[in-house]
Every structure is written in C-alpha cells, then in structure tokens.
C-alpha cells in the first residue's frame, strides 16, 4: 500500500475546494482544430529552445481525449478543473474573426465539466500569444494589451454563463522576464527595455480584460500571479541587497501594482528609465478591484550578487532535497508567502493555491508509478496551506499542478508533473500513486 496524505476534507475549512490544472499549450495539441500559430509554436521550432527539441503540436492530444482526463478529474473527487484557452486557437491572427472550431471546443470542455459537476476556473492567457501580434512586438507593444481585453471579451460572451471563475493572466513574471529578460520562454528575448515594457503591458492587458469581463457580465475575477520567497545565499550586505532586489522584480512588482496601484521603487531603480512614457497614468487601470487572488508556489530562490547591470544578482545553491526541476522543496516558505500577502497586500480577499506540485523521475513499473516523493510534497504543503488558514489567511482552495504529465515548455516532455503518467507514444494515461493518495483524502477517511 502506497503512502497517504493524513488529511482528509474536514481538515480544511467548510467549503475550502480542491482541484487540478492544466494548461491548453501543454495539453490540448496546438495543431488540431485549425489554431492560429503563435509564438510558443515559433520558440520551439527554434533550435535550442525546448530541451528535447519537441513542442506542443500534440502535446496530451487533450483536443480529443479531454472526456477521459476529466473521468480522471472527477473520479478523484476533485471540486474543480483549472484549465486555460488558447488565445491563438479562437482568434488565430490575435483580434478579428474568431475561428468558431475553437470556441466550440471550449464550449464542450467546459459542458465536459459540468456534466461531470466539477467547477470550470478559466485562465485566459497561459502563454500562447498568436504570433500576428508577436510580430508587432508582443507583449513590448501596448496594442497587445488591447487585444487582449477583445479576446476576453469574446470568451465571456461565448462562456460567461457557464464558468465560475476567470483568471486574466498567468504569472505575468514568466510572461514578461522570463521570456524577455532571461529569454528561457517565447520569445525568447534578453532585453531590459523590452522586459520593462512587457511588465507594463501584461499588468495593463489584465486591467483591461478586468472591464471587459465586468462589462461582459462574467463574475469572480482574479489573477494568477507565482512567487519565489527570496532569500539570501549567504550572510553578506550583498546578497541580502541581491535577495531585497529578487524579491522586488519577482514577488512586489506585480502584486503591488495591482492591490496597491505602485510599483516598488526598488524595482523602479532598474525598471524605471525602460518603462513606456506615461506609464503611471495605468496604474489605475492595473489595480482594478479584484474578487481573488490566485497564488503559484512552488519553490523559494536563494541569491547572491553578481558583476554586471542591474539587477545585478543570480541565484545560490539550493539547500537540502531537490525536484527534477532542482527546485529546492520548502513547504514552510507557502506558509510565509500566504501570510505575507494577505498581511501587506490581500487582506480579506479570497486567495487560492492555483498551482503546487513537483517533478519526478517517475517510472512505470509493473504498470504503475510509485511516486512517493509527491506524496509527501503534496502532503507538506497541503499541511504548510493549513498552518496559514490558522493564521488567518483566507485562503479558500488548493489546486495540483498537474493533473497529468505534460509538455514542460523549455523542458518539453522530459519534466514529469502530473498524478496521472502519461506515455508520450501511446498517449495512454496511467493514475501514478499520488492520483490514489489524492483521491483517498478527498474522498475517504483520515489517516
Ligand atoms: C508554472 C506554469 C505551469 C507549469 C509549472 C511547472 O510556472 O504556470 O504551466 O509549467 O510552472
């Protein structure tokens, strides 16, 4: 018998929900239903760029077999499905005429889920952006911003009634430096100017899509946003000022800006004289009221200073157990975050756990996967989200990345996050252990 998670429902507050996530990118096939290219598609046609050297052409092939991956959601006694739209697959040149087979697949996702009585959490932008506005600058371009609020639009009009929750954007830190400071992500950039612009313009795109939706109608509005507790490498001024200055770029800029309607000036430092002239005038557009927050955790970074230009920093050993991702694992450090949020930030808005999980080394044998090691991540962390509430947070669900194995951008499909294997010839799923052990706490008994 394998390992449980000693926790079962009535370990959480009344109503506290439990789900799993994807992401269409790295699901879905971005090459079945006549989507629009875009620059996820672009990036890893490049040489270089994706590990493996593999995309998400076919990914899952969730485009197809999205009846029997939600079997699998529903059969663990999962509340609810957090899964994303492609923004390139219903609007191939990014704005204008939609593609009505794209529209109509989410229509059937999201019915999908709702015949099986999960609850449908949309995030609109997983990081697909159509590459006819990637080839106007991207997200360094203002216009993608608007854009964005019209694809937002369009998907409240076509699934407002149904879904219960919307994301705008998910973590505007991989989508802006990530992908255009450290260039790991499409486009693939390395660029401060371009970065500052993407920070600007992502934060904007999710002001704008807020009224769009509100305008359209669509309630229980949020954002997911990622955080990386920041810690000095060691005891030095230095690196505590390379930790201070991770930690404005990485967890402030965009929580800030959009609760409190600033940027921290120690972001600013660097950011500022790349930023779009008039910049502050979005603040206002930026911070609209929210209904949620979500929150991606997964690891804390520990820093020290380096030679070179701002920001003048890279990252120091981990300390103690590592995921394949050789992402330190610090269940204490979800705790902090949560209750540093809601003190300085959040208040009493609702906050979700939108995504934790880990890699693993995982291996079939004798038709399954023993994957202890998530057990126990997910058990720690699961107990690190109670310890909050304790504190105070309201926090208000939890949800696994991932439900099954996926294409892990820059890492392709050699980086394993899900409950359920997947093997990437037969696309055959298999519920690995951790799958069993969630399913045991949220249906069954302690213990
Ligand atoms: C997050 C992403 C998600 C997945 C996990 C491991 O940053 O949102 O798509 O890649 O990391």
Redesign the pocket.
Known sequence: MSPRIPLNRSDFPPGFVFGT?T?AY?VEGSGFGQAGSSHWDSFAATPGTVADGSDGARACDHYHRFAGDLDLVAAAGFDLYRFSTSWARVMPRGTGAPNEAGLDFYDRLVDAMLARGLTPALTLY??ELPSALADRGGWANRETAHAFAGFAALMARRLGDRVWSWATI??PW?VSWLSHFEGHHAPGLRDIRATARAMHHVGLAHGLAMDALRAEGAANLGV?L?FEPALPGDDSPASHAAAARHDAIYNRFFVQAMTQGRYPPDALEGLGPHLPPGWQADLATISRPLDWLGV?Y?TLKRLRAAPGPWPGLCAAPAQGATTD?GWEIAPQALTGLLTWLARGYTGALPLYVT?N?M?ARDVMRAGGVQDEDRIAYLAAHLQAARAAIAAGVPLRGYVI??LMDNF??AFGYD?R?GLVHVDFNSLQRTPKASYHAVTRMLKGAAG
Do not use: P, R
Request: hydrophobic content about 35%; glycine content about 4%.
């Open positions: 996530a992401s790295q997983h990081w998910n973590e991989c997911v990622n991606n997964y991702m995504e999980g890699a990345w991932s892990e951008w980086k996050f």
